[in-house]
């Protein structure tokens, strides 16, 4: 199961080959883009800097971790293989159980939304090629610029080389917040309850709204789309699906301006996803692709099912349940209400600086904008997690829980401060703001699931899986600046972080001589490495760092009876203290 090339794609002559960036990673609108030159250029250019050097780490990192994956690969004996699949074949049935048909999701995302907010404030930029941000850094582009290869977070001065004629706007979030509470006003008379997944993306549910005006699923997004366009005079695009999952990968087949739909039908979506390339799922990202293509050959969803043995054989039961699912089409189709936000987050990538003022006023930007997205939706949070980037990329996170919970800017800005002054000096290219352990101040139905939540906790408390869903989800690996806003499928993005199966009892599992071992005792083996804290947080995917060395601790506290736990956890290096990189260490204690 070889396929080198596409890791080390080594052709010394052209060394851009190889070099795969977010920078690199084709958007809506790239589609005829000469990728060989947009490589070229930014391997070119950004060969030398610390961020090379950052991708270069992550890239050996990930090609070691491709090579242990074949050696483990290597060692499945048939019968290893031949029990695994059993395994698998069990669990596809079991998922293939939960579908769920009886919901129509559809997934709503603005088109080039900063971009296009910039040109309808400023009708010149019409047609011409522009993009939001400025050298060091660019938050989105126009279609027209995209045809260039000029892309969300590539530096401008790349950008610019890609693209002599383009012109910069700089950011204005006042703007596109504006813009996005008017979305969101069309978004309420559809599903009241709709979940915003950033400012310019939302799930909703219009099974109720079909039903009640006898209009067909695709008819309502032509006329939501409509009327986003007649409030706002800027276009989105659509998805709609049976579940959240499929909904957003069908809102981008024909961004912008247009829409998607895919029936409530098993037969539609097993056609749909046969084809679907891995890395159009939300939460695989560019190592778990990787990993997945060059392991195990797998490059569409249907393939996790074709290699489903080796799935269930080397990775954690949860990393494999959420790959088979991916193969069957499943995603959330659970109701709003229901849903308890985990956290809310904000961040900000700026030139970099050691200028203390500078940072603190940049704090208090974030702390607001915290605060009052917080307000929003009536929340309260008591775990704040500051996230910063130096300007050689590396990425901390530092965390408090606070005494109470709490939504106001001025709590966030004093434990923000403290968390950034023993930081400091330091010069910083990325401030970040996250809050966790929600309360929702609004819904007493909220406040049912915060205690069937803690329940949980307590029932678990030696479940890493558990305890770490309950403290937050893993960002997404090409975050928007707001993106870090729960987009309701977090669990997907957990999936991803949660680890290739490198538990030192699977060696001994794999050289195990004797294959006979009662299915019940496979069975309990199988569970119980799956709450091994080695099998569970070892990293599959990194966003911007090698390794920890120290697992930081997440640290449960009861105290006496029924009362919150508190959740402390330490920081990663990819940020917000995720499992992905960070191999969390869990510990539990009762006071
Ligand atoms: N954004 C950002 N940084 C990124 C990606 C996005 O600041 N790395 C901001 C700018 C985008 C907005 O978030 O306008 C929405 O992100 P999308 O990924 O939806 O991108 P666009 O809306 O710009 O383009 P499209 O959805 O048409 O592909
Ligand atoms: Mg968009």
């Known amino acids: 199961m ?121 009708p010149s930029l019409k047609g011409k090629p522009m993009a939001v941000g400025g050298m060091s850094m660019i938050s989105t582009a126009n279609y027209e610029a995209r045809k260039f290869g000029v892309r969300a977070a590539m530096p401008g001065f790349i950008a610019l080389k890609l ?197 603190y006023k940049k704090l208090v930007d974030l702390a607001e904008m915290l605060s009052n997205d917080m307000k929003k939706e009536g929340l309260c949070g008591r775990t704040l997690t500051l996230k910063l980037k130096t300007s050689s990329f590396e990425v901390r996170t530092r965390a408090v829980t606070l005494p109470t919970y709490t939504c106001s800017s001025e709590d966030i800005l004093k ?9 400091l000096p330091a010069s910083l290219r990325l401030m970040g703001l996250r809050i966790d352990s929600m309360l929702c101040l609004k819904k007493e139905e909220t406040k049912r699931n915060l205690d069937l939540w803690i329940d949980d906790l307590e029932n678990n408390v030696d479940d890493h899986n558990t305890v770490a869903n309950a403290i937050n989800p893993c960002p997404i690996e090409e975050s928007s600046q707001d993106g870090w806003i729960d987009s309701g499928d977090e669990r997907l993005q957990e999936e991803e972080s949660s680890g290739v199966n490198q538990n030192p009892k699977l060696e001994q599992r794999l050289n195990r001589k004797n294959h006979t071992m009662s299915q019940t005792r496979q069975r309990k083996k199988h569970k119980t490495s799956s709450s091994s804290s080695q099998d569970k947080h070892i990293p599959i995917d990194m966003t911007n760092c090698p390794p920890s060395p120290a697992a930081p601790e997440i640290r449960i506290v009861f105290s006496g009876g029924r009362s919150r736990p508190r959740l402390t956890a330490g920081g990663g290096n990819c940020g917000w203290s995720c499992r992905r990189c960070s191999g969390m260490r869990v510990a539990a204690s009762v006071s």
């Not at 004996?77 to 029990?83: F, I, Q, T």
């Not at 434990?415 to 930081?423: F, G, I, P, V, Y």
């Open 415 to 423: 434990h923000a401060s403290k968390l950034l002054k023993a930081e």
């Open 2 to 122: 070889e396929n080198e090339k596409s890791v080390s794609g080594t052709d010394s002559a052209r060394p851009w080959q190889s070099y795969h960036t977010a920078y690199t990673n084709a958007k809506a609108g790239m589609e005829k883009v000469d990728k060989d030159k947009v490589q070229r250029i930014v391997y070119e250019m950004s060969k030398g800097s610390k961020y090379f050097e950052n991708e270069e780490k992550k890239e050996a990192y990930m090609k070691q971790k491709i090579e242990n994956m074949r050696v483990q690969c290597a060692k499945l004996a048939a019968a290893d293989l031949n029990h695994y699949q059993k395994i698998a074949d069990k669990r596809i049935v079991e998922l293939e159980a939960t579908r769920d048909l009886s919901r129509v999701w559809l997934h709503v995302d603005m088109d080039a939304f900063y971009a296009a907010v910039e040109t309808l404030c400023n």
């Open 163 to 359: 693209c002599p004629e383009l012109i910069f706007v700089p950011t204005d979030f006042k703007k596109y917040t504006h813009y996005s509470d008017l979305t969101r006003k069309v978004f309420k008379k559809y599903d009241p309850n709709f979940l915003a997944a950033s400012l310019d993306e939302a799930y909703l549910d219009i099974t109720s709204i079909c039903n009640e005006r006898s209009m067909t699923s695709g008819d309502v997004a032509e006329e939501l789309r409509e009327s986003i366009h007649t409030e706002t005079g800027l276009t989105c695009s659509a998805g709609v699906a049976p579940n959240r999952l499929l909904a957003k990968v069908c809102s981008d087949i024909n961004k912008p301006n247009g829409q998607f739909v895919l029936p409530n039908d098993r037969m539609a979506v097993m056609t749909f996803i046969s084809s679907l390339p891995i890395r159009k799922v939300g939460g695989i990202g560019n190592v778990t692709e990787h990993v997945l293509k060059d392991v195990f050959e797998i490059t569409t969803c249907e393939g996790m099912l074709q290699k489903s043995s080796f799935l269930c054989a080397l990775f954690s039961p949860t990393s494999a349940d959420f790959f088979l699912s991916v193969g069957l089409g499943l995603g959330r189709t659970d109701t709003p209400q229901a849903t308890l936000r985990k956290s809310i987050s904000n961040e900000r990538t700026f030139s970099a600086t050691k200028d203390e003022a500078l940072l």
